[in-house]
């Protein structure tokens, strides 16, 4: 998230002297990075997006699971999912983006922070839907 906010600024910093010199689209685009490439603003706003439901379904999900059980349980697990969607849709954009060409190397570290957490998420969902099912059959 922090790589992500620094490409935010750094974008708003320079994208008023990169975009006047480019042809009329750039101008009127409201989200022009003049950092990394076509895919690198997508990129960037979903890194964003991932980072605070992230944030917001660890904080319900550890409340939830120190409830123990399987309706608490299974309201994490339903939080995980949809914070692996935008996870795994924020990882298509870094490949996506490491396939089109150039790029930052700040953007780099962030691609591969978001292609390890795509993984570390899915382990995390599966552990949630594993233990929802144990509970709800005891």
């Known amino acids: 998230m922090v790589a992500a906010a620094w490409a935010v600024d750094h974008v708003i910093e320079r994208s008023k002297e990169e975009a006047s010199v480019h042809p009329l689209p750039a101008h009127i685009f409201p989200i022009y990075f003049p950092l990394g490439n076509g895919a690198t603003g997508f990129f960037i706003i979903f890194s964003l997006l991932v980072g605070a439901v992230g944030v917001a379904t660890s904080f319900t999900g550890v409340r939830n699971v120190m409830e123990g059980d399987a309706p608490n349980l299974y309201a994490a697990f339903y939080s995980s999912i949809v914070t692996l969607a935008l996870t795994f ?7 996506k983006e490491m396939n089109i060409g150039w790029r930052d190397p700040n ?3 962030l691609e591969t922070v978001m292609i390890i957490l795509s ?20």
């Not at 993984?119 to 594993?130: E, I, K, N, R, W």
């Open 107 to 109: 953007l780099r570290a």
């Open 119 to 138: 993984g570390t998420q899915l382990l995390c969902t599966g552990a949630l839907y594993v233990g929802a099912n144990e509970a709800a059959s005891d």
């Open 89 to 95: 849709l924020a990882m298509g954009l870094a490949c």
